[in-house]
């Protein structure tokens, strides 16, 4: 009698995300598919990386370019949000309740979708309540949640947090007790969790 083939398990991920880089955007449809069960935890760029992007001119064009050239390696869409690259405060605050309510991964895509293949403010209530629907997340408490700004102490916390673990970028994708932090590392969170014997789609 043959053994059986062993069991497999689900591939599962934690995501830290911030709304307002176009590298979360990028790498956001890739880790929906890859994975069975993906945590996603909204972290602020501005402690991780110890700054507003905006304050260097340098800094945001360099990062412009690079978002460019993987874009098109990755053959997606991306146009500019005209407040780029200041931080979308209220939506991150959003995504926080979205999570809560178990659609973060709809809204996630939903909103990067608006604002890196639309070009629009995801801080206008207008478009988060486009996010908010395209989401099936709950209208009132999405656009009551964008105006709490108790929310925004668990956002710097997970900066923190990945700062102290080595991370100097986001989108940061934990598989198991790896850290893969930066979008080009989504391939190799993919690799982890297959070495581990689960069971992911490729990317």
């Keep these: 009698m043959r053994g059986r083939m062993p069991r497999r398990e689900p591939a599962r991920a934690q995501l830290y995300f911030d709304l307002a880089c176009p590298f979360t955007y990028l790498a956001t449809e890739r880790v929906e598919r890859s994975f069975d069960h993906v945590i996603w935890t909204p972290a602020c760029s501005a402690t991780l990386q110890r700054g507003f992007l905006a304050a260097d001119l340098e800094a945001r064009e360099l990062v412009r370019a690079a978002a460019e050239q993987r874009a098109a390696a990755l053959r997606l869409p991306l146009i500019w949000p005209e407040r780029f690259p200041l ?3 209220a939506a991150m605050r959003a995504s926080g309740f979205a999570a809560e309510q178990g659609r973060a991964g709809h809204f996630v895509l939903a909103a990067g979708r608006l604002a890196f293949c639309g070009g629009f403010d ?9 996010a908010a629907a395209a989401a099936s997340v709950p209208l009132a408490g999405c656009l009551r949640a964008a105006r709490d700004p108790r929310r925004d ?3 710097e916390a997970a900066g923190r947090h990945l700062l102290a673990a080595g991370a100097d970028r986001l989108p940061a994708l934990r598989v198991g007790r790896s850290l893969f932090s930066g979008e080009t590392r989504v391939g190799a969170a993919v690799a982890a969790a297959r070495a581990s014997g689960a069971v992911v789609a490729r990317v």
Excluded: K, W, Y
Aim: proline share 13%; net charge negative.
């Design 122 to 130: 995801l801080d206008d209530p207008e478009v988060l309540a486009e």
């Design 87 to 89: 931080d979308v405060r």
């Design 153 to 155: 102490g668990p956002m």
